[in-house]
Antibody, heavy 122, light 107 residues
Framework: QVLLEQSGAEVKKPGASVKISCKPS????????LHWVRQAPGQGLEWMGV????????NYAPRFQGRVTLTRDAATKTVFLEVMSLGTGDTAVYYC???????????????WGQGTLVTVSS | EIVLTQSPATLSVSPGERATLSCRAS??????LAWYQQRPGQAPRLLIY???TRATGIPARFSGSGSETEFTLTITSLQSEDFAVYYC?????????FGQGTKVEIK
């Protein structure tokens, strides 16, 4: 079955960076885009960006452009989200989610990771 | 970017009753709209895609309708496990955007 396994919770100080991983299994790694969505405590869902695991090409939400980097390691079949210059407003649960489309088609998201809590506090 | 506005913010419904949730888009998204359910402490779960197609394993009491800018999620005969927060997502253009959510609570 399809699973998206995310790395564990992180605690960071303001100004630091964090790098979260998402390792899919149960399907061909290159076949579906992977998105990142975050959710601040008590708040809604916010789309951050997407990566094509085949090419490594990312696409970012405008508000995160320049502060967020999406990468993938083809050898370990893992994708990564790095957020730089963290502030307290970045405290959130970060989810990876698989796009249901195949090839170069991006649609909606079907499977989600369990989420990674990032806490930013001095 | 496309703004999705969900209403109401909170919906109080008795078990067994019907819930009607709305999602309005600031510009047309065609039928490229999905609905997700999120229970406390859990990741979102896909309910509806293509505005009206139920995802695999989703009960028939969940239905979606609409196109272009006006969409509705209807839950008939609410069960205890349906009390949760519901989000719409547009996947017509980049960036992807979510509505702010509707909380369905027990009346």
């Amino acid at each position: 079955q399809v699973l998206l396994e995310q790395s564990g919770a992180e605690v960071k100080k303001p100004g630091a960076s964090v790098k979260i991983s998402c390792k899919p299994s149960g399907y061909i790694f290159n076949s579906n885009y992977l998105h990142w969505v975050r959710q601040a405590p008590g708040q809604g869902l916010e789309w951050m960006g997407v990566i094509n695991p085949g090419s490594g090409s990312p696409n970012y939400a405008p508000r995160f452009q320049g502060r967020v980097t999406l990468t993938r390691d083809a050898a370990t079949k893992t994708v990564f989200l790095e957020v730089m210059s963290l502030g307290t407003g970045d405290t959130a649960v970060y989810y990876c989610a698989r796009d249901v489309g195949g090839g170069n088609t991006a649609l909606h998201f079907d499977y989600w990771g369990q989420g990674t809590l990032v806490t930013v506090s001095s | 970017e496309i703004v999705l506005t969900q209403s109401p913010a909170t919906l109080s419904v008795s078990p067994g009753e019907r819930a009607t949730l709305s999602c309005r888009a600031s510009q047309s998204v065609s039928s490229n709209l999905a609905w997700y359910q999120q229970r406390p402490g859990q990741a979102p779960r896909l309910l509806i895609y293509g505005a009206s197609t139920r995802a695999t394993g989703i009960p028939a009491r969940f239905s979606g309708s609409g196109s272009e800018t006006e969409f509705t999620l209807t839950i008939t005969s609410l069960q205890s496990e349906d009390f949760a927060v519901y989000y719409c997502l547009q996947y017509n253009i980049w960036p992807r955007t979510f509505g702010q959510g509707t909380k369905v609570e027990i009346k």
